[in-house]
């Protein structure tokens, strides 16, 4: 079968505006990457544009799955001769479902997953399409890690490029701290090595700034040595403990060394067979812990974290790291709707509990839940502005989600989030992570989400390397 040359969606500008390219320029395009060029209808197009996200449905014109650099230069120039809007799918995670753009040209890295670990210079290399899990299955049995997300499945590109936090943050960093260099392709086609020395804005943007700027064609991150069994889990406390496991949390957090890794989540028991029947379904209140530390200060650390009345399940116990950043992957499937919003607080005070465990109450969906991470530390020791990535001085990230199947629950559940969001909004008044803005994110919570970052700075770099906007980059 002849490739498509005037596919059935229009390629568009970014401001929306329709593109025809000459049917010559196209077919020049498809024959130069054979076979790796899809158009809607052919095979393999959907699972491209298959995101996690399943709110998400929109259609590129034209599918690039280049096979090196050189192709994605190739691709790249095709776009910005016409002017085309291009769009980069890593893991296909972001929840506002970022790498989809109707009617661009996509390059979808998503086969591209190796990471290789030099042992000698503690150098990682990640293709850009690496999810968590293969950066941890290549670095953590080898007692090395590159401080990553918790959700194995996750991409490591756009994770890094708007900051990347997880339960190694508080003791080492976030995960754009450990970017040490990038292979990158600007929108101009031109291939570059970016790092410190080497073009310092540019690395400056892609160490948290959101994206937009270049399309990075490989990660090259510093990793740390750590043992490969971590103490960590979850310990489930039991409905009536709610309030009293939230100021535990509130109290311990502020205590524990920066070993620790913590996450308070208010949900729903989840009908497992460690819990007793009747707390199946019921509002629960969940402390996650990891010690990513020295073995033999890991349970004292943990402890108090342990320690009263009310637990119904405590599975704190030595694992395997790269299996732990897996243990929740379930929880967070592929192919469900999904709504969040997030916002940095300073500190849970009294006041901000209260609207977190009122929500709790009032559950949409049985996956519904706000997630209190625990950040500070090491986060918080890098200069604002050595990188792009914001809220560094925050000492939480607050997280209310929730997935469901069925479009008629949307306006439940998104006016659940929308609720509860607000009113911590309201008294914090910061602004959410830059990788968690939702689909429908106004220019003033984009604004917010990289508040203290130079946008002036910001707005230089993506001006000098996509000087047409072809990436769409906000803010
Ligand atoms: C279940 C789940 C758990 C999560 N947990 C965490 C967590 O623990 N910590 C955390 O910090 N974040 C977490 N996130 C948020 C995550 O960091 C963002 O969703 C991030 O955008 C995912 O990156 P991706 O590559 O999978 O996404 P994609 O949707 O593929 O891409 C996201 C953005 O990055 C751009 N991009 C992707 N690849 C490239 C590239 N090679 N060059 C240039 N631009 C590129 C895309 O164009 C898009 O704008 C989680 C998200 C989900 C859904």
Not at 117 to 123: K, P, S, V
Request: proline share 7%.
């Amino acid at each position: 079968m002849r490739p498509e040359t005037t596919p059935s969606i229009p390629f568009v500008n970014f401001a929306g505006a329709p593109i025809q390219p000459a049917p010559d320029a196209l077919a020049a395009l498809r024959a130069a990457l054979p076979g790796r060029t899809l158009a809607a209808g052919e095979p393999g197009y959907d699972e491209s544009r298959g995101i996690w996200n399943a709110m998400i449905d929109r259609r590129p014109a034209l599918v690039a799955r280049c096979a090196d650099p050189g192709e994605v230069q190739t691709a790249v120039r095709f776009a910005a001769a016409h002017g085309i809007a291009l769009a980069v799918r890593g893991g296909g995670h972001n929840i506002g479902g970022r790498a989809l753009v109707e009617g661009s040209l996509l390059l979808d890295f998503s086969a591209h997953r190796d990471v290789r670990l030099d042992e000698a210079t503690g150098e990682v290399v990640a293709a850009p399409g690496a999810l968590l899990g293969d950066l941890d299955r290549a670095t953590a049995p080898r007692g090395w890690v590159v401080p990553s997300g918790i959700v194995s499945e996750t991409g490591l590109a756009g994770l890094t490029l708007g900051g990347g936090f997880g339960w190694l943050s508080r003791r080492w960093g976030l995960t754009c701290d450990h970017l040490i260099g990038a292979e990158v392709i600007t929108t101009s086609g031109e291939r570059l090595e970016v790092d410190e020395r080497h073009h310092p804005d540019l690395f400056w943007a892609l160490r948290g700034g959101g994206g937009g700027c270049a399309i990075v064609t490989a990660f090259r991150c510093a990793a740390r040595r750590m043992d490969p069994t971590v103490l960590a889990g979850p310990i489930f406390h039991r409905p009536e403990a709610t309030a009293a496991a939230a100021e535990r949390f509130r109290a311990q957090t502020l205590e524990a060394p920066e070993e620790v890794g913590s996450l308070l989540r208010l949900g729903a028991a989840p009908p497992a067979p460690f819990l007793p029947e009747e707390l199946h379904g019921r509002p629960v209140a969940v402390t996650i812990l990891c010690h990513g530390g020295e073995s033999e200060r890991a349970a004292p650390a943990l402890a108090p974290f342990r320690a009263g009345g009310g637990l119904a399940a405590d599975l704190v116990q030595p694992r395997p790291f790269a299996a732990f950043q897996a243990m929740f992957d379930a929880g967070e499937p592929r192919g469900k709707r999904n709504y969040w919003k997030s916002e940095y607080v300073e500190a849970l005070d009294d006041e901000t509990l209260a609207i977190l465990l009122e929500a709790h109450r009032h559950l949409p969906s049985p996956s519904a839940n706000i997630k209190v991470f625990s950040l500070g530390g090491a986060v918080a020791r890098v200069p604002a502005d050595a990188t792009a990535a914001a809220h560094r001085d925050a000492r939480y990230i607050v997280v209310v989600a929730t997935s469901w199947d069925d479009p008629a629950a949307d306006a439940a559940n998104i006016g659940w989030v929308r609720d509860a969001w607000r009113r911590v909004h309201a008294r914090s008044g910061r602004g959410g992570y830059v990788n968690f803005l939702t689909d429908d994110r106004s220019p003033e919570e984009t604004r917010a989400a990289l508040a203290g970052v130079d946008l002036a700075r910001l707005r230089a770099v993506r001006r000098t390397w996509d000087p047409s906007g072809l990436l769409g980059g906000e803010a």
